[in-house]
Every structure is written in structure tokens, then in C-alpha cells.
């Protein structure tokens, strides 16, 4: 289980640091899922309303580089997750204070209200711009996984998310769709977080017709070269069958099998981008 550490356990300086910044902390509360950081917590503060604190002691140099990672990218997702306001490192953490987002994880499963904001954010993705600093490309995680040839058809300029697990979408109240943890941050073709959410949606109990009918709602998806969507489904599934097994990773491995079949525009059909 992953620790958490409530406000009042913090270390006087970092907490004096924060309240500097955003005038006392009224109330506060800790997350409880997802995040593989010490401190999540919501804190109502007199001076800046609701903010989103995460944080790593700087003990854990994983985290704190994922969490610098983060801060560095987050100029560059701006619409699509919340804003960071505050960076504090005293007391011997590291801590981001983000703009609260007032929703809840998104729904993946069957009778879910939440595709169409998700399908709203899929497509801004899209237009996202790239940073000026160095972003690792999605075909180098599946290193020794692709052979040359793959590993070429699945590099790209667009800046992907690459894991919208449901503790990393929150849908807000009216429904908008954000991102969260932006840690596994890659470049690569502009449909790749679609896919990866297709097959949550699969994985949640939304059938292959259903998913495909929704990422079939996806610009950049019509538009995927099926060289690259070939050489992903690869990757990952050689990837994952490398680390556990033929049979833990059936499952998941079919799901991204999946995406084969689902239907994109045919070469040289011009699609119409869907609105928003």
C-alpha cells in the first residue's frame, strides 16, 4: 500500500512554506487512490480556494524526478490537466500544488456518460504542442521488443500521455475530461493514447463493437498508419509477455490485439474531423 501522509504529519517548514504561498490551510484531506507519491492531498486553503498537493520526500530520487518530469511538461498540457501553481522543496520533500479539479476518476464501463468528454480530450491531444526540451520517443520503451523496421513506423511528434488508467482521467463536474500524471510521458503517433484507452474500456466490460465504434470517433485514429498501429500492438504485447508470462498476459495482450480489427478510413479516404 502506498503511504500517505496527512497535513499534520508534514514537517513544520514545508507546511509554513505552503501556507506563504496560499494563506492558511482550512481544511485537508488525503488521497487515497492512485499516485505512487507519500503526499496527495486536497487542502482548502483562505487565500487560493482548493489545491492538489503531491509530493515525495527527497529521499526517493525516482519520485522526485518523476515529479520534476511532470512540472517541466506541465507548460505543455495545458486544457487537458490541471495547472501547477506552487512548487515548495523544504523540510526535506518536494511538493507540487496544482489546481483542484472538482470531479471524480472517469467510468470506463458499460452505460458509462463519460465517453464523450473522454472523446472531446482524445481529439485536443492532437494539438498539443510539442516541448523544446528533449521528450523520449514511445518506440524506445519497447527497446529489444521491435524490430528496426517497427520501431520506425511508431515514432512521432505528438506528445502522448501513454497511460490513462482510470486514477489518471478525471471527469469534472460539468464533464470535462482531464489527465492527470503525466510521469510516462513520450512522443509518437497522435492516436496512441485512444488505443491505450480502448483497451481500459475493453478491460472495464465495454465490448469490442462498442470501442471501436468510439475510437472510430477519433480523427487521428481514422488517420493511423496501420504499419504504426501494427508495430504498437506488437511492442506491447511482446513486452508484456517478456515480463510475466504467455498466460498472465492473454488477456491483455488480446485486448490490444483488438485494435487490428477496429476500423479506421481507408488510404487516401479524406475524413471530416469531428467538432470539438
Known sequence: MTERVPWEELPAALREAVEARTGPVVTSEVVTSGFNCA??????????????????????????????????????????SPTVRYRFETGGWLCLAFIHING????????????VPLAHTMRQLRHLRTPAFPVPQLADRFAGHLTPREAEALRGTHLLHTDTNPHNVLISHPGHAYLVDWALTALGPAWVDAAYTATWMMCFGQTPEATGAWLSGIPSWQHADPRAVEAFVAGT???????????????????????????????GVRQVPATG
Do not use: M
Open 39 to 80: 503526499l496527495a492531498l486536497v487542502a482548502e486553503t483562505r487565500r487560493n480556494g482548493r489545491l492538489f498537493l503531491k509530493g515525495v520526500r527527497t529521499s526517493d530520487a525516482a519520485g522526485v524526478a518523476a515529479l520534476l518530469w511532470e512540472e517541466r511538461i506541465n507548460s505543455a498540457v495545458g486544457g487537458v
Open 104 to 115: 471524480r476518476h472517469v467510468d470506463y464501463g458499460p452505460g458509462t456518460r463519460d465517453l
Open 237 to 267: 504485447c511482446r513486452e508484456f509477455t517478456a515480463g510475466v508470462g504467455d498466460q498472465d498476459s492473454a488477456a491483455s495482450n488480446a485486448r490490444f490485439q483488438a485494435l487490428l480489427d477496429f476500423p479506421r478510413a481507408p488510404a
